[in-house]
C-alpha cells in the first residue's frame, strides 16, 4: 500500500475583486496509508482540492504533498504515474471520440508499440464489461458506462492509488452499485470524496473536512455521525432532531479522532 | 453540451479497401487535395473532383448520411462565401471557390472516417519524429492534432446550444449573446481538457520514451 504525507499544507488562491488570498485548505497534515480511505463535507469545503493536492492538479502554497516519497511538485511526473485521477463528470476526462480510442491514449504514454497498446486496451475494457461498446461514441454511453470507462482508461495504466472526485454523484442506484462493486474489487489504494454516505460506510478511514479543515478523522460510522452533527448547525428548529440521535448512535462506534478546535 | 457535430465525419470501423489503403496515402490525398483546391481554376473540374471523391467516401461504406452530417456544419458558411463572390467575381468563380473548399472538407472527412485516431495520431508522432531533433516533442504534436479533431465537433456543439438559447430568450439578433458565451464555454472546455489530460500525465515532454 502506498504512503501520502501531507505535512502543513495550505492552499490558497487569490480571487478577483477580494484584496487578500482565499484559504481552500489551512494547515492539514495527514499520514494516508489505508486501503480505502473517504472524504466527506460539505460543497466548498475543500474535499476536491484535498484530492487535487494528491496528484499534483493543485500545488500547496505552504507545506509539502509525497506519495512514496515523490514531492507532488518537484516529482509530479512520477507521482501521475502512481496516482491516477477520476474527475466526478466522466466527460470532463474522456478525451477521445470513443473508449478504445480512450484507453489507448492513456497507454500512450508508456507503450510506444501500437498492436501491444491495442492488446492491452482491449484487456482493460474487457475487465470492465466494456469491449462490446469500445467503438461507441462516448456521448452515446449511459452514465454508469461513463464513468466506469473512466475508470478503465484510468486503471489501464495500473496505478498504485486510485483518486476519485464524487465518482457517484451524477450515477443512479444501479450504477452506484456497480460502482462501489467495482471499488471494492481493486488491488489499488482508493482515496475518494464523496456526498454517498452508503460508500463512505464502505471505507476503512474517513475525513471529514469543513471549511478548509480536518473536522474529524476516524472510522466511518463515527465520521458520518460527525459529518451529519456539523450539517445540522445552524439549520433551522426541527432539523436537528434525527442529526442529534445519529450523534448519539455512532459516538462509541469507532475510535475517531476529532480535531482540535473542532466540534 | 452533447457534442454530437461533427465537422468532419467520426471513424466507422470497416474493411474497405479504403480503410485498408496504408495512412500515407490518406494523408498524401488530403494534402494533394488542399494543393489543387488552390490550382483548380474551372468550375466543373472542382465539381468533377469533388464527385469522384464523394464516391470514394461512399466506396469505404461511411454511409452518404454521414457524409452530409461532416459536410453540413461549414454549408451556411459556403452559402455566405458564395453570394459574396457571386456578387463579386460572378457565378463560376464563386461555385468553384464552394466546390473547392468542399473538396478539402470530404477528402479530409475520407481520412478520418477510415482510419482510428489511434492510427491517426501513430502517422502523425512518425511525421514529426524528424523535428525532435529541432527539439519538438512528437507525441505532444500528435496530441495536439488530436485534441483540436476533438474540439471542432465541441465548439460547433456549444454555438448550436447557445443560439438555441439565444432564440429562446428572443436575443438571436445580439452578438454579444451569441458570441461570449460560446468564447467562455470554449475556454472552460480548453480549462477541463487541459485538467484531464494533466491528471493523466499526458502531453508531459517525452512521452513513450522511457
Known amino acids: ?263 | 453540451m452533447s457534442g454530437h457535430g461533427f465537422l468532419l465525419a467520426a471513424y466507422v470501423p470497416g474493411t474497405s479497401l479504403i480503410h485498408r489503403s496504408p495512412l500515407w496515402l490518406k494523408f498524401l490525398l488530403v494534402v494533394g487535395c488542399g494543393m489543387a483546391s488552390f490550382l483548380i481554376a474551372d468550375w466543373a473540374v472542382a465539381a468533377a473532383a469533388l464527385a469522384v471523391l464523394c464516391g470514394v467516401f461512399l466506396l469505404s461504406g461511411a454511409g452518404a448520411a454521414r457524409l452530409f452530417r461532416a459536410v453540413r456544419p461549414v454549408l451556411p458558411v459556403l452559402l455566405a462565401i458564395g453570394l459574396f463572390q457571386w456578387w463579386q467575381l460572378g457565378a463560376p468563380t464563386a461555385a468553384r471557390i464552394v466546390l473547392n473548399v468542399l473538396i478539402c472538407v470530404v477528402a479530409a472527412s475520407i481520412l478520418t472516417a477510415t482510419t482510428p485516431v489511434q492510427e491517426l495520431l501513430d502517422g502523425v508522432a512518425s511525421l514529426a519524429r524528424p523535428f525532435r531533433r529541432l527539439g519538438a516533442d512528437p507525441e505532444r504534436f500528435a496530441l495536439t492534432i488530436a485534441i483540436m479533431l476533438r474540439s471542432i465537433p465541441f465548439v460547433a456543439e456549444a454555438f448550436s446550444n447557445v443560439r438555441d438559447s439565444a432564440r429562446a430568450r428572443g436575443l438571436e439578433r445580439n452578438p454579444r449573446a451569441l458570441v461570449l458565451p460560446v468564447i467562455i464555454t470554449t475556454v472552460a472546455f480548453a480549462r477541463q481538457t487541459g485538467e484531464a489530460l494533466a491528471a493523466r500525465g499526458l502531453g508531459e515532454p517525452g512521452d513513450a520514451d522511457d
Open chain 1, 1 to 263: 500500500m502506498s504512503r501520502i504525507l501531507l505535512d502543513r499544507v495550505t492552499v490558497r488562491v487569490s480571487v478577483d475583486g477580494r484584496p487578500a488570498p482565499k484559504t481552500l485548505l489551512q494547515q492539514l497534515s495527514l499520514d494516508l496509508t489505508e486501503r480505502r480511505i473517504g472524504v466527506i463535507g460539505a460543497n466548498g469545503s475543500g474535499k476536491s482540492t484535498l484530492l487535487r493536492l494528491l496528484n499534483g492538479l493543485v500545488a500547496p502554497s505552504e507545506g509539502t504533498v509525497r506519495v512514496d516519497g515523490a514531492d507532488t511538485v518537484r516529482a509530479v511526473r512520477e507521482v501521475r504515474r502512481r496516482v491516477g485521477f477520476v474527475f466526478t463528470d466522466p466527460l470532463s476526462q474522456l478525451v477521445m471520440p470513443t473508449g478504445r480510442e480512450d484507453v489507448d491514449l492513456s497507454l500512450r504514454r508508456s507503450i510506444r508499440n501500437a498492436a501491444e497498446r491495442r492488446a492491452l486496451a482491449e484487456s482493460a475494457l474487457e475487465r470492465f464489461g466494456l469491449l462490446p461498446l469500445a467503438d461507441q461514441s462516448i456521448y452515446e454511453l449511459s452514465g454508469g458506462e461513463r464513468q466506469l470507462l473512466a475508470l478503465a482508461a484510468v486503471l489501464a495504466v495500473d496505478p498504485e492509488v486510485l483518486v476519485l472526485d464524487e465518482p457517484s454523484t451524477l450515477l443512479d442506484l444501479r450504477n452506484r452499485e456497480l460502482l462501489r462493486r467495482t471499488l471494492a474489487g481493486l488491488r489499488q489504494q482508493v482515496i475518494l470524496s464523496t456526498h454517498d454516505l452508503e460508500l463512505a460506510q464502505d471505507m476503512d478511514r474517513v475525513l471529514v473536512v469543513d471549511a478548509g479543515r480536518i473536522a474529524f478523522d476516524g472510522g466511518p460510522a463515527a465520521a458520518v455521525a460527525h459529518y451529519r452533527a456539523l450539517s445540522a448547525e445552524g439549520l433551522p428548529a426541527g432539523g436537528t432532531g434525527s442529526a442529534g440521535a445519529v450523534v448519539a448512535d455512532g459516538a462509541g462506534v469507532s475510535p475517531g479522532r476529532p480535531r482540535p478546535g473542532q466540534p
